[in-house]
């Protein structure tokens, strides 16, 4: 049984071979009946618009039906069942689980106890592989993943799609730039981490002295859920913003991508300018979550 759980259990062909599968279902077979019958649960114990209505989406689109359980309030967990009782019995139900939850380690813990494939839809600040697949095939549209420069710009902290995407660069020749405020920048572990996974990372504290060496520009929100409180989010938040002044001299084919929500890191203003794919890039979740729940289902 195969579940996903963190980018950096797949390997480069894994990935590729993912890549390739969600490139001929978008352009040759949206539509496809490979998952009829097959019942998946979404149980999403934290918020979300994109992530959850992209497998749903997906799944339809392969003939299969959702269960889905959004709120924490709404299900037994409010009772105290542990995750681990709630998994056990949802397994029991379903042929597959997408689970998202605030705990880092989550998904890890939940596919110890369930009978069937779970996909981590996000745990807490730590890794979010499906958003890091799609992140990659929208790159993959614009350029090649060898030999490009990569920025990481915002709250690389508690941001897992940060985590996550930077983990998987060190499969390619890709060099990371991060930019963060003072306080969010990737915690040591997690740097040191991807050093020995052959990463080539550098540090900047400001956009302005490295934007025109990137290929791409990740900007991330700032996670105000996972603060202490909010007197230290204040600190932070508004911190940087991204505007088409910050773009005029970009090398010819940058792209700028969001994993979206966005709570003012890009001005609206720039969504409209040719580097502005991050539209583009939460539609790619459709064929990206078909290919992966096919991988994993059948
Ligand atoms: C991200 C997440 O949930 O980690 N959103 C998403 O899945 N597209 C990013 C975020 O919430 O900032």
Do not use: W
């Amino acid at each position: 049984m195969r579940h996903i759980i963190s980018i950096r259990d797949m390997s480069r062909e894994e990935i590729d071979s993912l890549l390739d599968k969600s490139e001929y279902i978008r352009k040759k077979d949206k539509y496809r009946r490979s998952l009829e019958g097959k019942l998946i649960a979404l149980l999403f114990f934290e918020p979300s618009t994109r992530t959850r209505m992209s497998f749903a989406s997906a799944l339809a689109r392969l003939g299969g039906e959702a269960i889905i359980v959004d709120s924490v309030e709404g299900s037994s967990i409010s009772k105290g069942e542990t995750l681990a009782d709630t998994v056990r019995v949802v397994s029991s139900y379903v042929d597959g689980i997408v689970l998202r939850h605030p705990k880092e380690g989550a998904a890890r813990l939940a596919c110890e106890f369930s009978n069937v494939p779970v996909i981590n839809a996000g745990d807490g600040a730590g890794q979010h592989p499906s958003q890091t697949l799609l992140d990659l095939f929208t790159i993959r549209e614009s350029m090649p993943l060898d030999g490009i420069e990569v920025g990481l710009l915002g709250d690389l902290r508690y941001g897992r799609t940060a985590h996550s995407l930077a983990h998987a660069l060190t499969h390619y020749d890709v060099r990371i730039h991060t930019i963060a405020p003072r306080s969010l920048e990737l915690p040591n572990s997690t740097l040191s981490g991807l050093i020995r996974m052959g990463a080539k990372v550098i540090e900047h504290e400001t956009l302005d002295s490295v934007i025109n060496e990137l290929d791409v520009l990740y900007v991330t929100r700032i996670q105000r859920e996972r603060f202490p409180d909010l007197a230290t989010y204040s600190k932070v938040s508004l911190s940087y913003r991204l505007t088409p002044e910050n773009l005029a001299d970009v090398k010819e084919n940058m792209i700028v991508l969001h994993p979206l929500p966005r709570a003012g890191e890009i001005d609206p203003s720039v969504d409209t300018m040719p580097q502005a794919k991050y539209f583009r890039q939460a539609e790619n979740g459709v064929p990206v979550r078909m290919a992966m729940l096919e991988e994993v289902i059948q």
